[in-house]
């Protein structure tokens, strides 16, 4: 048995997280917990459910074969003040999308081939366009594109 409380302060942070289900991949950003985000997701009216419906095969029950997976950006909550802790996570998960988006390779041979052999591409489900940091300095792009290649390497060396 395992037994874990949480207290207001334990709800905080900044992550980034993955919903796997077949061929299909969500990822999003929160400045809370994680799981209070993903149970939205799957409401009937949640954007994955959405997701589903729209790109997923109607015969497949996609909810009973979902993988989460939540990384915590506690470095930038140490690089960066509070104010700008949400806008460089935007940016954070729009560089992990774009990384998605050029190479699947590695993600493939980590998670893919452990849980859905069957499944040589995935469909990047999730969009960036209305939440993606605009007018942000270079240098905070320079540093969400490096963290973005982190994250994906430390998912990789995980699953």
Request: proline share 3%; glycine share 4%.
């Amino acid at each position: 048995m395992k037994i874990k409380g949480f207290n207001n302060y334990d709800l905080e942070g900044s992550f980034v997280y993955f919903i796997f289900s077949k061929d299909l991949l969500y990822i999003g950003e929160t400045q809370k917990i994680t799981f209070s985000r993903w149970v939205q997701h799957f409401y009937k009216s949640g954007t994955f459910t959405k997701k589903i419906k729209r790109y997923g095969d109607s015969d497949f029950d996609y909810v009973s074969r979902i993988n989460l997976l939540s990384v915590e950006l506690t470095d930038l909550r140490t690089d960066f003040p509070e104010i700008r802790w949400k806008t460089l996570t935007q940016a954070i998960e729009h560089s992990v999308h774009t990384e998605l988006c050029k190479s699947q390779g590695n993600l493939i041979k980590s998670y893919y081939e452990k849980y859905e052999p069957e499944i040589s591409r995935f469909q990047l489900v999730s969009d960036t366009s209305k939440t993606c940091p605009r007018g942000i300095p270079q240098s905070d792009w320079n540093y969400a594109n490096a963290y973005a290649k982190k994250i994906l390497k430390e998912v990789c060396d995980y699953i």
